[in-house]
Nanobody, 126 residues
């Protein structure tokens, strides 16, 4: 059974940093592309960041502030968020799709992702 469990969300002030974790079970992050999406109140879910092998991709709104990484030994993916802004407030979701041994740039459409976590709330106050 595949399970993705996000953690690390919380309430922070603008300019602060936060690291989200996505612990995977039932799949190996070594062979799956891992992505982060977010959904703010009243808005559609949007792509944030993803990693496929050594390739990463970021939404323009977070480029230079957020960093996605993975720890294969822990089978965990992280999203380091720096210089947080109120507009970053959202529920953040971890997602995955199979990419195999040979991995190119990660996909950015949520329709491409097969597995999803339950989400973790990030709230940034001004």
């Amino acid at each position: 059974q595949v399970q993705l469990v996000e953690s690390g969300g919380g309430l922070v002030q603008a300019g602060d940093s936060l690291r989200l974790s996505c612990a995977a079970s039932g799949l190996s992050v070594s062979f799956y592309a891992m992505g982060w999406f977010r959904q703010a109140p009243g808005k559609e879910r949007e792509f944030v960041a993803a990693r496929s092998g050594g390739n990463t991709g970021y939404a323009d709104s977070v480029k230079g502030r957020f960093t996605i990484s993975r720890d294969n030994a822990k089978n965990t993916v992280y999203l380091e968020m720096n210089n947080l802004k109120p507009e970053d407030t959202a529920v953040y979701y971890c997602a995955a799709y199979y990419s195999g041994r040979y991995q190119d740039s990660p996909k950015t459409s949520e329709l491409e992702y097969d597995y999803w976590g339950q989400g973790t709330q990030v709230t940034v106050s001004s």
